[in-house]
């Protein structure tokens, strides 16, 4: 399992990476184009701190920066092609924003042709396996460019079918499925398209095809789970996931991080209770956790969020008259439940309240819900606000967008699977190709 390598495009600040890597499959270099999330990225997977973790071999001839993908293949097609037959997964996720039914879903918008840019590294690197993650929107389709009186008619595909085409068009047989992270151990509800591509001639020698990937991405739900010591079937609470995060539980100090500005708190930190917590808490000193700094709600801040989560039903979206009773503007309020799954974690610090405390979560609260060791350090500014929120990446935007890890390995133990299933063919076949001819006297 270890011999096998990975790409990883789009890599925000490192999630799917994370997961793979967790799986054994070695990471070789990743493409994002953030300064903050790569700083992220590299802080992890290719600076001097020991982690538990492999780190990324990474290319002599692709400098470690932020890169975008166009930049990548305009300067490096030649490299990329000659990476043909050593490495065998190429990973990614797009952006999800144009896709998102959260956002106007407008075909043209210009991170939906992201995707043509995943598929022309693909078609030059020709790995064995991709796997690509994004919004369940993808599936949909989008509405069209306006015509001349300004309406606007609904594509007839969407994203997702014509990726599929355009994978075909170059060799690859993809097929996608709708998957939800809590499945996986992961503490949040969070729905995903999954995609998994195959070469065509080797998807044809499974049993069941590139469909067959998913069957085996069922079986490795436990797996994960078991390697995690986690129960085997319950879902993970937020309540499991950071009860031992609670300001009433520890105690605040002046944060001393580098990137936050003078005048915050950050929670001290006493220890795990729970499997969850001991499972995230493995492999870090409680000195080196980071991103625990709390935000500084003004008092009356404080009181009406006392008030919501007394009175509000949590684990469900605030409803418009209760966001306009409590003069909120935002269409987006989750008061998170303690007793369930959180919901899903955006990149808007202020979607979701803490199920008992009246505040918004930490960054390292966020990261736990999306299964984030506590070994992992995030770096970068906290948040982003006016316009520079679509410009810049900030550790709340990092940790809601990435691949939860624990997803991500199942994801790796499924490719690794997969991996090994065509080796063991092409053995069997080389076999019979080798065995002498015996003729009959």
């Given at each position: 399992?270890?011999?096998?390598?990975?790409?990883?495009?789009?890599?925000?600040?490192?999630?799917?990476?994370?997961?793979?890597?967790?799986?054994?499959?070695?990471?070789?270099?990743?493409?994002?184009?953030?300064?903050?999330?790569?700083?992220?990225?590299?802080?992890?997977?290719?600076?001097?701190?020991?982690?538990?973790?492999?780190?990324?071999?990474?290319?002599?001839?692709?400098?470690?920066?932020?890169?975008?993908?166009?930049?990548?293949?305009?300067?490096?097609?030649?490299?990329?092609?000659?990476?043909?037959?050593?490495?065998?997964?190429?990973?990614?996720?797009?952006?999800?924003?144009?896709?998102?039914?959260?956002?106007?879903?407008?075909?043209?918008?210009?991170?939906?042709?992201?995707?043509?840019?995943?598929?022309?590294?693909?078609?030059?690197?020709?790995?064995?396996?991709?796997?690509?993650?994004?919004?369940?929107?993808?599936?949909?389709?989008?509405?069209?460019?306006?015509?001349?009186?300004?309406?606007?008619?609904?594509?007839?595909?969407?994203?997702?079918?014509?990726?599929?085409?355009?994978?075909?068009e170059i060799g690859y047989v993809a097929h996608g499925k709708i998957v939800d992270a809590s499945d996986f151990g992961v503490p949040q509800k969070r729905s995903r398209l999954i995609v998994i591509g195959i070469k065509e001639d080797l998807a044809a020698q499974l049993d069941g095809g590139v469909i067959h990937a998913f069957e085996v991405l069922e079986s490795k739900r436990a797996e994960v789970r078991e390697r995690h010591a986690l129960p085997k079937k319950k879902l993970i609470t937020a309540e499991d996931a950071i009860s031992d995060l609670l300001v009433s539980q520890n105690y605040t100090q002046p944060c001393l991080d580098p990137y936050s500005r003078p005048g915050f708190e950050e929670t001290a930190y006493y220890g795990p209770h729970t499997s969850y917590q001991k499972a995230m808490h493995k492999h870090c000193r409680t000195d080196s956790m980071d991103s625990m700094r709390l935000a500084r709600h003004r008092d009356d801040v404080r009181d009406r969020f006392r008030l919501i989560i007394k009175e509000c039903t949590q684990g469900v979206r605030m409803n418009e008259e209760s966001r306009a009773r409590f003069g909120l503007k935002k269409h987006r309020i989750y008061p998170m439940s303690a007793n369930d799954p959180a919901p899903t974690i955006t990149t808007l610090p202020d979607d979701v309240l803490h199920y008992c405390e009246p505040r918004i979560l930490t960054v390292r609260e966020s990261a736990r819900l999306q299964s984030f060791p506590d070994w992992f350090r995030f770096r970068g500014k906290y948040t982003t606000g006016g316009e520079m929120r679509t410009k810049e990446c900030p550790r709340y935007t990092q940790v809601g967008n990435a691949v939860p890890p624990l997803l991500a390995e199942a994801l790796g133990l499924t490719t690794a699977s997969i991996l090994d299933e065509l080796d063991e063919i092409a053995l069997r076949k080389n076999s019979l190709q080798e065995m002498p001819v015996v003729t009959p006297a």
């Open positions: 399992m270890s011999a096998y390598k990975f790409v990883d495009l789009f890599s925000g600040c490192g999630g799917l990476s994370l997961g793979l890597s967790m799986a054994g499959l070695q990471g070789v270099f990743a493409v994002e184009k953030d300064p903050m999330a790569f700083d992220t990225f590299s802080g992890n997977f290719l600076g001097e701190r020991d982690v538990p973790v492999k780190k990324f071999t990474w290319p002599s001839w692709l400098e470690k920066k932020a890169w975008g993908i166009d930049d990548l293949l305009d300067k490096h097609q030649p490299n990329l092609v000659e990476m043909r037959g050593t490495v065998q997964v190429l990973a990614g996720g797009p952006p999800c924003q144009g896709f998102s039914f959260a956002g106007r879903r407008r075909e043209e918008d210009p991170r939906n042709q992201l995707f043509e840019k995943y598929v022309s590294v693909v078609d030059a690197v020709r790995p064995t396996i991709l796997v690509l993650e994004n919004v369940p929107g993808m599936k949909v389709a989008h509405l069209g460019p306006p015509s001349e009186d300004g309406t606007r008619a609904q594509s007839q595909e969407s994203f997702y079918q014509k990726l599929k085409k355009r994978l075909s």
